[in-house]
T-cell receptor, first 112, second 116 residues
Framework: SQQGEEDPQALSIQEGENATMNCSYK?????LQWYRQNSGRGLVHLIL?????REKHSGRLRVTLDTSKKSSSLLITASRAADTASYFC????????????FGTGTRLLVSP | ETGVTQTPRHLVMGMTNKKSLKCEQH?????MYWYKQSAKKPLELMFV???????ENNSVPSRFSPECPNSSHLFLHLHTLQPEDSALYLC???????????????FGPGTRLTVT
């Protein structure tokens, strides 16, 4: 079963604005991760938040986790054109070996 | 992206061809993965190798055959593919701790495969 589902599917903003993406998942987790993918390239790990953490920061990124609602959000502040990419959440799945299961992603377009 | 490299970056093959994708990781990790990424679909995990042993095969058709000769190299051998196999194939690596494969993964740039 698919774990993470991102919302919205697509987001278009102007440079300098903040971008918020949400992720919902279905089962209990040990950690949740966010990745970025530039068009046609590999994914790049952004941040990992553990199930006992509620908020984490990394530069212009802020991630929150609400395990009671089984949801997470990724906030990118003061966005730049270079932030244009797809963003995926990934959770350790509900099957053996605690593998990562990725969602379908949010496509972010930041216009100059 | 220099941590995980993939070759070739682009591949066009006919349905009767045999080709191989190569992945190499320079991070000292002990687990490697093949993923398939098709348009508008979640990333699909195909195979997982941990300590050079295949630990996961997600019902992948036999026309895809993985090989992991050592902890740094991973291959995906392709034969008699179908047009629906056209996709971006991504390799990744991570450090496995016990049974836990859920830590951050490092991805290669991918191979864009087109089957004609």
């Amino acid at each position: 079963s698919q774990q993470g589902e991102e919302d919205p599917q697509a987001l278009s903003i102007q440079e300098g604005e903040n971008a918020t993406m949400n992720c919902s998942y279905k089962t209990s987790i040990n950690n949740l991760q966010w990745y970025r993918q530039n068009s046609g390239r590999g994914l790049v790990h952004l941040i990992l938040i553990r199930s006992n953490e509620r908020e984490k920061h990394s530069g212009r990124l802020r991630v929150t986790l609400d395990t009671s609602k089984k949801s997470s959000s990724l906030l990118i502040t003061a966005s730049r054109a270079a932030d244009t990419a797809s963003y995926f959440c990934a959770t350790d799945g509900d099957t053996g070996f605690q593998k990562l299961v990725f969602g379908t992603g949010t496509r972010l377009l930041v216009s100059p | 992206e220099t941590g995980v490299t993939q070759t070739p970056r682009h591949l066009v093959m006919g349905m009767t061809n045999k080709k191989s994708l190569k992945c190499e990781q320079h991070l000292g990790h002990n687990a490697m993965y093949w993923y398939k990424q098709s348009a508008k679909k979640p990333l699909e995990l195909m195979f997982v190798y941990s300590l050079e042993e295949r630990v996961e095969n997600n019902s992948v058709p036999s026309r895809f055959s993985p090989e992991c000769p050592n902890s740094s190299h991973l291959f995906l051998h392709l034969h008699t593919l179908q047009p629906e196999d056209s996709a971006l194939y991504l390799c990744a690596s991570s450090q496995r701790l016990g049974q836990d494969l859920s830590y951050e993964q490092y991805f290669g740039p991918g191979t864009r495969l087109t089957v004609t």
